[in-house]
């Protein structure tokens, strides 16, 4: 006993540590970073654009308020150049010469002038505030449902291509900065009309106080465009180990997978695997930091050498008698705001250009989205009598061969046909042929003569009806998930028909609210369903539809023998209506078909009913044989 423990305790010394994380790298187009090789006065010649897509979407969104924002921040520049002429006007009173009440007499019209401009630019910025707060949400939730719209509607040969998920990622930043574009945007232009009106009072009192004023403040600019785009490499360089961590803390968190985490002991290795993720990018982060402090630090030192020079100059013109008293009293407010101003200027449009890195990230995904949109034609399908494939091909993205390879087929109306074949063999990719989820590469598909290339695929679509072996569980009631939200009729008679057919009706009884329920366990007076039951409700989402064609792939595979002999016992009575395709890996399945097709690598190889491919010594005899002899 004592040696077996020994022995245990040595075989667990020398079990290897868990693996880490892959290392992701990519090459290509989407590989580089945009602002690579980007100049700096490049990178400064964005702002106005940016300026412009904001003013733009804000526009089309609300006029009323993007019209608020602009008066106001006219308004709050015509106010400091008023507030600060009449600073000159009082400060000229109050030092000049004669008794303190006849000086306050003379400055009180001025004074009163630059309280209401401080009154009046205290308004604007209120009103300001307001329109932000109207505009900032619904820009928000333009850009963020247009994302959303984006990658729904794009092709789904988009989501094989390289990079695809990652810019995805990317363009999800864009979508987290519009929060906060409006604020910046309005600040920045607030600032720049500030810093105009302090600059041209200053520049009347003196014609040197300007410039030196603009080399105090313009290496910090410098700094914090450089700072940003620092940042955005950094974002850049992590944006796939971001996109696979995000991914992996979904799988690893939701119930949905709950179990296989822990009775496969997997928690361990996921808690390592998620801290090693996070703990590289942070080591990238961390590495770029003495860059911004470098950049930080020779900025702050420039900037404050010219502020110096500033003040400096300020006291050698008053000491030397070049300007009045007044006018340096004047000339100190007017050296703050227009400071204050510059600085304003520099820090939100340093923030204005580090949102339109962003920006312009999901921009580009939502023009390329646009580009790979189905645009195939307007020709409507009206109803479907068959299906005829002329040697179709189709080959994923990146891959060495097709995963369709030359297939002919023709299917009728009132037919049941049964696709089988190992994994591999191309018959997922041939039913997203059929129904004109990818386009074939060569050859056509045609619905009634029609070439689905040519052909509405809302049209198309319409009269499909689909249950794929991987399908979704959606967190809507249960009448949403039997009709996926496109009811025929106000009242739920054909749902519980549809509900009825798969045998459902008193599991959905039970159910707390019943069809009402919520099909979410996570929510609050929501509810699971077991395997067996998502799967017929997926089944009555496809007889709920009428479909003309009806695929179906694997579509007992989680159910008892009851479930799966009423399933098919359905798609038999209704089968004189429509074509229908099912694909099995449970041979004994394909009985109930008209026709076999046996495919392998891609082609068809056999044809022909379940008792001729039984005797035929082909691949279907084969698979047979393995099924019988387990």
């Not at 307007?378 to 993205?397: C, H, K």
């Amino acid at each position: 006993m004592h040696v077996t423990m020994t022995d245990a305790s040595a075989a667990y010394e020398e079990t290897p540590p868990p693996p880490p994380p892959a290392e992701i790298h990519y090459s290509g187009e989407y590989s580089i970073n945009p602002l690579g090789d980007v100049s700096f006065t490049h990178m400064c010649a964005r702002l106005p654009s940016v300026l412009h897509r904001i003013c733009r979407m804000a526009w089309a969104l609300d006029r009323r308020a993007a019209a608020l924002l602009v008066v106001c921040q006219l308004v709050t520049g015509a106010a400091a150049a008023v507030g600060l002429a009449a600073t000159a006007h009082a400060m000229q009173s109050l030092l000049g010469a004669g008794a303190v009440s006849d000086r306050l007499h003379h400055a009180l019209p001025a004074l009163l002038v630059v309280t209401s401009t401080a009154a009046l630019g205290r308004l604007a910025g209120a009103l300001s505030s307001y329109a932000d707060g109207r505009l900032t949400p619904q820009l928000t939730t333009c850009a963020d449902t247009g994302l959303v719209e984006a990658v729904c509607r794009v092709e789904s040969a988009a989501y094989a291509t390289d990079g695809f998920a990652d810019r995805q990622e990317a363009a999800e930043m864009g979508v987290i900065r519009t929060h906060v574009m409006v604020n910046d945007a309005q600040r920045f232009v607030s600032a720049l009309i500030r810093m105009v009106a302090a600059s041209g009072v200053l520049s009347t009192l003196h014609w040197a106080m300007l410039p030196l004023l603009i080399l105090a403040v313009l290496p910090a600019g410098v700094g914090a465009v450089l700072s940003a785009r620092v940042d955005y490499e950094m974002h850049y360089t992590n944006v796939s180990d971001r996109n696979v961590r995000h991914m992996m803390r979904w799988w690893a968190t939701t119930p949905k997978h709950g179990d296989e985490v822990r009775a496969n002991g997997m928690t361990g290795y996921l808690l390592f695997w998620y801290r090693s993720l996070s703990e590289r990018i942070d080591r990238r982060l961390l590495a770029a930091a003495p860059r911004t402090l470098w950049i930080t630090l020779l900025s702050s030192t420039a900037g404050g050498f010219f502020l110096i020079l500033t003040w400096a100059a300020l006291a050698w013109l008053t000491t030397t008698g070049r300007i009045e008293l007044a006018v340096a009293a004047t000339a100190v407010v007017a050296v703050q705001t227009t400071l204050a101003a510059l600085s304003q200027v520099v820090i939100n449009g340093a923030a204005l250009f580090h949102t339109s890195l962003y920006l312009t990230d999901m921009q580009t995904f939502l023009d390329d989205a646009a580009r790979q949109a189905p645009q195939r034609g307007e020709l409507t399908v009206a109803s479907v009598n068959d299906i005829r494939l002329d040697g179709v091909v189709y080959q994923y993205p990146g891959k060495d061969r097709p995963a369709v390879d030359g297939v002919s087929l023709t299917l009728r109306r009132g037919e049941i046909v049964a696709i089988v074949g190992e994994n591999g063999s191309g018959k997922s990719t041939l039913l997203r042929l059929i129904t004109g989820i990818y386009l074939a590469d060569k050859g056509r598909v045609l619905w009634n003569g029609s070439d689905l290339a040519t052909a509405d695929q809302d049209t198309v679509w319409a009269r499909t009806g689909l249950v794929p072996q991987l399908f979704a569980q959606w967190p809507l009631r249960v009448r949403e998930n039997v009709t996926l939200g496109q009811p025929r009729t106000h009242h739920d008679d054909p749902v519980w028909e549809a509900i009825d057919a798969v045998g459902m009706r008193e599991a959905v009884d039970a159910l707390p609210s019943g069809i009402e329920t919520l099909l979410a366990r996570e929510v609050f007076g929501g509810a699971e369903l077991s395997g067996g039951q998502w799967q017929r409700l997926a089944c009555s989402r496809a007889i709920y539809r009428k479909p003309e064609l009806l695929i179906l792939d694997e579509p007992t595979s989680q159910m008892d023998a009851r479930g799966e002999h009423q399933i098919f016992e359905k798609i038999k009575s209704g089968a004189s209506d429509r074509i229908t395709i099912v694909v099995t890996h449970q041979l004994e399945n394909s009985k109930v078909a008209d026709r076999i097709i046996v495919m392998e690598h891609g082609r068809i190889t056999e044809q022909g009913r379940y008792d001729e491919l039984a005797d035929a010594g082909g691949l279907f005899a084969d698979l047979l044989a393995l099924a019988k002899d387990r």
